[in-house]
């Protein structure tokens, strides 16, 4: 079935990405005005005939979460009602992702009720990349194509050339991607047992693996506030760890995580850019090393208006 042509729109939470995937696929992004009112509403407002076109929006719900969300509901409401083929959301970062189920009385399911809204507003098809729980594409009625970074992190971490190498999980959820990143670099695996206190700060208890001596990168989805990346690395140190490195997909990097991170033997914060880096000391921190994962978005959203096998990827 003919989608039409392939167009190409972007929110403002990352326009520096969008351009880079525009540059990758030979397209030029979409013309549109996206405006706030005085009181901080969104004003969208498409200025080309978009209909029975292929429209594919970038706009990963990073902070500000909210403003970002409502305006990614704003814009596919607008390419709705000018009668787009197909609306493709293209969410590099979900947010509200961790909010995942109840564990504990009388909270919501954050995920669940932002995929309510994507389907609400008009999405026939969402875009991500690296879930924080994988089944969170279950909470959707409609397609969901899940990316993972490993291919362009595992790229980059082969070529530093490090012997003796482990890859560690900061906390036992994600023991199974760490292993997944061990296996492909031929690497040792190490997991760090970790038990949060009530008020939702991380204790490290021990680690479990022999990494005295060793290259440690520890791997995980998200830094946030960098507590448990940090006191992990520290775990690490203190094990007789050699060398230090920290990797993760979605650098959120908010609140103490840029003093944390400078003040933490790591010698290196490896993230992807599918949330832009936010503020001087990020864009100006010797120690981030963020890589580009445009051209696998790109490839991605070739694959899905040309019909094609997303999976193959990955392969």
Request: aromatic share 6%.
């Given at each position: 079935?003919?989608?039409?042509?392939?167009?190409?729109?972007?929110?403002?939470?990352?326009?520096?990405?969008?351009?880079?995937?525009?540059?990758?696929?030979?397209?030029?992004?979409?013309?549109?005005?996206?405006?706030?009112?005085?009181?901080?509403?969104?004003?969208?407002?498409?200025?080309?005939?978009?209909?029975?076109?292929?429209?594919?929006?970038?706009?990963?719900?990073?902070?500000?979460?909210?403003?970002?969300?409502?305006?990614?509901?704003?814009?596919?409401?607008?390419?709705?009602?000018?009668?787009?083929?197909?609306?493709?959301?293209?969410?590099?970062?979900?947010?509200?992702?961790?909010?995942?189920?109840?564990?504990?009385?009388?909270?919501?399911?954050?995920?669940?009720?932002?995929?309510?809204?994507?389907?609400?507003?008009?999405?026939?098809?969402?875009?991500?990349?690296?879930?924080?729980?994988?089944?969170?594409?279950?909470?959707?009625?409609?397609?969901?194509?899940?990316?993972?970074?490993?291919?362009?992190?595992?790229?980059?971490?082969?070529?530093?050339?490090?012997?003796?190498?482990?890859?560690?999980?900061?906390?036992?959820?994600?023991?199974?991607?760490?292993?997944?990143?061990?296996?492909?670099?031929?690497?040792?695996?190490?997991?760090?047992?970790?038990?949060?206190?009530?008020?939702?700060?991380?204790?490290?208890?021990n680690v479990i693996g022999d990494v005295s001596g060793?290259?440690?990168?520890?791997?995980?989805?998200?830094?946030?506030?960098?507590?448990?990346?940090?006191?992990?690395?520290?775990?690490?140190?203190?094990?007789?760890?050699?060398?230090?490195?920290?990797?993760?997909?979605?650098?959120?990097?908010?609140?103490?995580?840029?003093?944390?991170?400078?003040?933490?033997?790591?010698?290196?914060?490896?993230?992807?850019?599918?949330?832009?880096?936010?503020?001087?000391?990020?864009?100006?921190?010797?120690?981030?090393?963020?890589?580009?994962?445009?051209?696998?978005?790109?490839?991605?959203?070739?694959?899905?208006?040309?019909?094609?096998?997303?999976?193959?990827?990955?392969?």
């Amino acid at each position: 079935m003919s989608r039409g042509q392939l167009k190409l729109f972007s929110g403002s939470a990352h326009p520096a990405l969008t351009a880079e995937i525009a540059e990758f696929l030979g397209v030029p992004i979409g013309h549109a005005r996206l405006q706030r009112f005085p009181d901080t509403e969104c004003s969208f407002q498409i200025d080309e005939n978009i209909r029975g076109t292929d429209v594919f929006i970038i706009q990963p719900t990073c902070a500000d979460v909210d403003r970002n969300l409502i305006e990614l509901c704003v814009m596919i409401d607008a390419f709705r009602r000018s009668s787009a083929s197909r609306i493709t959301a293209v969410v590099p970062y979900y947010g509200y992702a961790r909010q995942d189920r109840k564990d504990k009385p009388r909270v919501p399911i954050s995920a669940k009720l932002v995929a309510n809204l994507l389907s609400a507003a008009g999405t026939n098809r969402v875009l991500t990349m690296d879930l924080h729980k994988a089944q969170i594409q279950g909470f959707f009625d409609i397609p969901v194509d899940h990316l993972f970074a490993a291919p362009v992190i595992i790229d980059y971490c082969s070529r530093l050339n490090i012997p003796d190498l482990t890859i560690v999980s900061p906390d036992a959820g994600g023991a199974e991607r760490a292993r997944a990143y061990a296996k492909r670099l031929g690497a040792d695996l190490a997991i760090v047992d970790k038990r949060r206190s009530d008020d939702g700060t991380a204790e490290v208890m021990n680690v479990i693996g022999d990494v005295s001596g060793r290259t440690c990168i520890l791997q995980d989805d998200i830094i946030d506030t960098a507590g448990t990346i940090v006191k992990a690395a520290n775990a690490l140190k203190a094990n007789g760890a050699g060398r230090v490195f920290a990797c993760a997909v979605h650098g959120v990097l908010s609140g103490p995580a840029m003093e944390r991170l400078e003040a933490a033997p790591i010698e290196q914060v490896i993230i992807t850019n599918t949330i832009p880096l936010l503020g001087e000391r990020a864009k100006c921190c010797p120690k981030i090393r963020q890589l580009s994962v445009a051209r696998l978005l790109g490839q991605a959203i070739r694959s899905i208006h040309e019909e094609t096998s997303v999976s193959s990827l990955f392969v």
